[in-house]
């Protein structure tokens, strides 16, 4: 830590001590319902059993989910769940529908932004949990209805969560993502990040959930997610992953899970992962990405804050202008009316080219106020992004 205690020093971000947290082993007494250990991954069949409702009956449920709990907070931050879907054809039938969304959305343009690799090497879906339900309500019903998925959200979150879904293909021949950690923190730069105190970062992966469906075989050869078991502890691991000495130990230090149709694989969202490089010759690896947020993330009341900018902007120009700000004043003034969050957003039409999130409301206002926008040009610069964020 600092001297004051708050943030952050580079004594903190310590290679050798990220060294010693993922050299640990995770031993079968500490994940008695796993079916086995795979690479420090503990996997479980949720239908084993299944004559009484499987390892997810209502009497096994709570000590499984107390499991699962664990191994996403205190062990190796990953689980693999198989068998969980007893009729695996929704998987197709959920696929056949994705699949004719790429086309369509590829005809007509639309999105193509990725957060950790270059856009166009993935096939994307943003939103693809709406889109389903859109296409095929049915399909949706019977896609969405795993008990296996509905467990392991609550496990993390609790009950009222909320979810989100996101199609990923690689395409063989298709490079590997850089090493990460995901949303909130993960979606920031390390400067942004490290103006969040210790405590930010060991609550951020408490407010999402990270994981997958498999829509195919995936071998390991056509690049399953690369997980670096246990690096999830890491409290300054949102600093971390952007460096070079620790993507080089995430590389040396990865494993890769194969999957096969309908597996699920679920991680904390500040798992040191990413996409591994397809090398195959003819898989089509689709994953459909879940990433499953706290109901807690919210805000009390409805504030216009568009509303609110259109008539701060003019005000805020003329008193900068005129040095009537005391220090610090302009930037408070501004970050109690702009939205300082680019989420959550409609990406296809808000994609995060060529950062990690689009531009928020608050980096508008200030990027105006920098280039000396006039307020008409800023109003409509607000304009167009709201038509952005609205899809």
Not at 84 to 102: G, Q
Request: charged share 20%; with cysteine; glycine share 10%.
């Amino acid at each position: 830590m600092t001297p004051g205690g708050h943030w952050f020093s580079e004594a903190d971000v310590s290679a050798e001590a990220f060294l010693a947290l993922v050299g640990q082993r995770l031993a079968p007494a500490q994940v008695p319902h796993a079916a086995r250990i795979e690479a420090n991954v503990p996997v479980y069949d949720v239908q084993a059993g299944a004559a009484d409702g499987g390892v997810l009956n209502q009497s096994a449920r709570w000590a499984l989910m107390a499991e699962w709990m664990w191994v996403l907070r205190d062990g190796p931050g990953v689980l693999k769940i198989e068998n969980s879907y007893r009729d695996p054809s929704v998987i197709d039938a959920a696929t056949a529908i994705f699949e004719r969304i790429i086309t369509e959305e590829a005809e007509a343009e639309m999105g193509g932004g990725d957060h950790f690799a270059k856009a166009g090497h993935n096939a994307r879906i943003w939103n693809a949990l709406e889109k389903l339900c859109r296409a095929d309500p049915e399909v949706f019903a019977r896609y969405h209805g795993c008990a296996a998925i509905d467990a392991v959200s609550e496990a993390w979150l609790g009950p009222w969560y909320q979810m989100t879904a996101q199609v990923n293909v690689v395409r063989p021949g298709g490079a590997a993502q850089t090493a990460h950690r995901d949303y909130h923190l993960g979606f920031m730069s390390e400067g942004h990040a490290g103006t969040f105190p210790p405590h930010a970062h060991a609550l951020s992966p408490m407010l999402t959930l990270q994981g997958g469906v498999a829509h195919g075989e995936v071998p390991v050869a056509a690049g399953p997610t690369k997980l670096l078991p246990f690096s999830q502890a890491f409290l300054p691991g949102y600093l971390a992953f952007h460096r070079t000495p620790f993507r080089q130990i995430f590389e040396d230090r990865h494993v890769q899970l194969p999957l096969a149709k309908g597996d699920l694989i679920f991680f904390n969202p500040a798992l040191f992962h990413g996409a591994g490089a397809n090398r195959t010759q003819d898989v089509q690896r689709m994953v459909n990405l879940f990433q499953v947020s706290s109901c807690m993330g919210r805000a009390m009341e409805m504030v216009d804050r568009d509303a609110m900018c259109r008539m701060l902007y003019p005000v805020v120009q003329r008193l900068s202008v005129t040095g009537q700000f005391a220090p610090g004043g302009m930037d408070a003034a501004i970050n109690a009316a702009a939205e300082g969050y680019a989420f959550p957003t409609h990406l296809d039409s808000d994609p995060p080219n060529g950062g990690l999130a689009p531009e928020s409301m608050l980096l508008l206002f200030r990027r105006a106020l920098k280039e000396g926008m006039v307020p008409e040009a800023f109003e409509v610069a607000l304009t167009e992004l709201a038509a952005r964020r609205a899809g």
